[in-house]
Structure formats: C-alpha cells, structure tokens
Nanobody, 113 residues
C-alpha cells in the first residue's frame, strides 16, 4: 500500500534552516506529482509547494524565495529545504501525492522568536 514517511522536523530559531524529507513507497513515484502542505495550530491545512512528475514547481506566495522543493525519483524521496524561517512557519508539515487522498503522518516544525 501507499506509504509516505516524513522526517526532518525540529525546533529552530527564527532565521534558521531545515531540510524535510518524505520517503515514498507503494506506488510508482516518478509518475506522480508530490506536494507539501502544512497545518498550524487551530488553522486549516494549507498548500506549501508542489513538484510535478516533469519537475514543474509551484510555491505558495508565503514561502516563495525561502523554501525549495525537490525530488529524487531513484530514491523515491521528496524534499523541502526551508530557509529564513519565520515563527509563522511553525506547523506540522505533510507530504501528499497530488490529486489523491494519500498523506504522510506529518513532521513538526517549530520556529522560535
């Protein structure tokens, strides 16, 4: 079955950087677009970034210029490099297969002032 396992979340000070990973299994990874979403406390889950199967990328305006999404189809892994982190980036970050109901369990990112 489809499995998405995020890792890399941590507590960091504002201005810091983090690298998130999402290891995928149970489907043919190269054929699918992959997304990152996030959910802050008491807020709805929101789109962060998507990379399609051909490498086309879109970012939310709130992270554009600070976050970089990438993928390694051989390793079946999705990445999110986050820099210049802000306190408002604090959230649980989820990996998602585009257009499906497949989600990872999430990884917590906490940015302190």
């Amino acid at each position: 079955q489809v499995r998405l396992v995020e890792s890399g979340g941590a507590a960091v000070p504002a201005g810091g950087s983090l690298n998130l990973s999402c290891e995928a299994s149970g489907f043919y990874f190269p054929n699918w677009g992959m997304d990152w979403y996030r959910q802050a406390p008491e807020k709805e889950r929101e789109f962060v970034s998507v990379i399609d199967s051909r490498g086309g990328i879109t970012y939310s305006p709130s992270v554009k210029g600070r976050f970089t999404i990438s993928r390694d189809d051989v390793k079946r892994t999705l990445y999110l490099h986050m820099s210049s982190l802000k306190t408002e980036d604090t959230a649980v970050y989820y990996c998602h297969v585009s257009g499906t109901d497949y989600w990872g369990q999430g990884t917590q990112v906490t940015v302190s002032p």
